[in-house]
């Protein structure tokens, strides 16, 4: 994989590491930060529970928010 980047140049350093560990979905979703408009993960469940109709969205929302946004597929992430 590592020769694959670099070949394309997506890569740059002599010494370059993989790190194997796994980590849960969830988990990395919460650190996401969308480049083009600096919104948290959270920040985009408040947007879209406030598209939605609430007006202040309890943690409760946000979960059902969520819940529902994972039914559909996955949006596009830029990075």
């Known amino acids: 994989m590592l020769a ?9 350093g002599e010494r370059i590491g993989v790190d194997a560990s796994t980590m849960e979905a969830n988990a990395a979703l919460r650190t996401i930060v969308r480049r083009e408009t600096g919104e948290t993960y ?3 469940l408040k947007r ?11 943690a409760d929302d946000l979960v059902r ?3 529902a946004r994972r039914a559909r597929s996955c949006p596009t992430r830029t990075g």
């Open 42 to 44: 959270r920040e985009m």
């Open 48 to 58: 879209m529970a406030t598209e939605s109709g609430i007006e202040t969205p309890s």
């Open 65 to 67: 928010i969520d819940r």
């Open 4 to 12: 694959l980047l670099a070949e394309r140049g997506l890569v740059k």
